[in-house]
């Protein structure tokens, strides 16, 4: 598909950053589907963002503050952050439930209907691998 990146006055720019946009793309869409969210932090320096970076939403939580929404990451044995909203682009699947954390991805609502599908043809394929005989005593 194509992807165009526009500055406000709608002129095609590029992307800004040493981080491809595909890969951030297709990561956030692949973490939008199995967490119901995703993380971008935001590598600044004093003057500007310089890169984002892909977190594993696997890792991250996220809570509300007093100050707002504050994120943290434990990856490699190690707590790395906290950071603040203004340094992280935050995704999130809708939850009524929930205002703050992740929704529920598509794989998480789907995966009670695979376990039940997996476990029909388990048994099929066991009852004919014994003869398609039922177990009569």
Do not use: C, H
């Amino acid at each position: 598909m194509p992807l165009y990146i526009r500055n406000r006055a709608g002129d095609a720019v590029d992307w800004p950053y040493p981080t491809g946009l595909t890969t951030l793309l297709w990561r956030t869409e692949a973490a939008l589907l199995l967490k119901g969210a995703a993380y971008w932090l935001q590598k600044q320096n004093k003057v500007r963002v310089t890169d984002v970076q892909w977190l594993n939403p696997f890792t991250v939580t996220v809570s509300l503050e007093s100050s707002g929404l504050v994120f943290e990451q434990e990856a490699q044995g190690r707590p790395w952050g906290p950071w603040d909203e203004g340094e992280m682009v935050y995704f999130r699947e809708f939850d009524p439930a929930d205002d703050v954390g992740p929704g529920v991805g598509a794989a998480q609502a789907s995966l009670g209907a695979a376990k039940l599908l997996y476990s029909i043809n388990e048994f099929a394929a066991t009852f004919f691998e014994g003869g398609a005989m039922p177990a009569v005593i």
